[in-house]
């Protein structure tokens, strides 16, 4: 995990408080996270169209 003074430096402001950086940084992290589990579901969906690809035939119009 990145530290505040990181944060601030990535940020290019170093006049924020600390609490306004942790908040930033605890936010990025929660959206990476779901964009992590978004592709793992994706991935997993594709993987699952290749094995079965008459199960997912039935969902397309």
Partial sequence: ????????K?????????KEAEE????FRIL???IFEK???DKNIKKNQKC???KYDLFKK
Avoid: F, H, T, V
Wanted: aromatic share 6%.
């Fill in 1 to 8: 995990m990145l530290s505040i003074k990181q944060i601030k």
């Fill in 10 to 18: 990535l940020l290019g402001d170093e006049n924020i408080s600390d």
């Fill in 24 to 27: 930033i940084r605890d936010s």
């Fill in 32 to 34: 990476a996270e779901i």
């Fill in 39 to 41: 592709w793992q579901r």
């Fill in 52 to 54: 079965y690809p008459q």
